[in-house]
């Protein structure tokens, strides 16, 4: 069963399907869209309900962990951090995340993301990390830098995003354990 993960402010849990609603809102927002990879704008109609309920299966199979990011104080929903192409063979995985437009600027994600490299690391060996983002979009850029994450590479026009052809900044994160080269 998938933990539930404390930090100063936040708790990260499972999403619920009662949480639906919430995360086409928050994640439906134009700026919110426009700023990741893989969310769509406009946010259709029953596709949160499809992306929650894929949670438990991704969870069990070890390929994907996602948790809700909450306010401890109020349960309230803030956005969402993944683990996504976990290797348990190369000890990696990728992360990714995303945070409603009106929580922007608080520490909410780089706080979360913190939290989630110390599980990773702790609970399933992870010593590779790696994430993406848009070029343009300096704000992830500095959670990753936050965490000490090293830029490693700059990937040119990678992929096109409502139309245009965009860049994309990889970070990664070696953590100690086994030996890489």
């Not at 992306?51 to 390929?63: G, K, L, P, Q, V």
Request: glycine fraction near 6%; charged fraction near 20%; include cysteine.
């Amino acid at each position: 069963m998938q933990p539930d993960l404390l930090t100063s402010r936040l708790k990260l849990r499972p999403f619920l399907s009662t949480d639906a609603a919430a995360v086409q809102r928050l994640a439906g927002h134009a700026e919110v869209a426009d700023t990741t990879l893989a969310i769509p704008h406009p946010y259709p109609d029953g596709a949160a309900e499809a992306w929650i309920s894929s949670h438990e299966t991704d969870y069990a199979s070890n390929r994907e962990i996602t948790f809700a990011i909450t306010l401890q104080t109020t349960g309230e929903l803030l956005g969402a951090i993944s683990l996504m192409g976990i290797s348990v063979k190369d000890s990696r995985c990728e992360f990714g995340y995303w945070v409603g437009r009106e929580y922007w600027s608080n520490g909410y994600c780089t706080e979360a993301a913190a939290r989630l490299v110390i599980f990773a690391y702790e609970h399933l060996n992870i010593t590779r990390l790696v994430a993406r983002c848009l070029a343009r979009n300096p704000a992830s850029a500095r959670v990753m830098v936050k965490l000490a994450m090293q830029p490693e590479g700059r990937l040119v026009q990678h992929t096109c995003k409502n139309g245009v052809y965009e860049d994309i900044l990889v970070y990664g994160l070696n953590l100690p354990g086994r030996t890489r080269a």
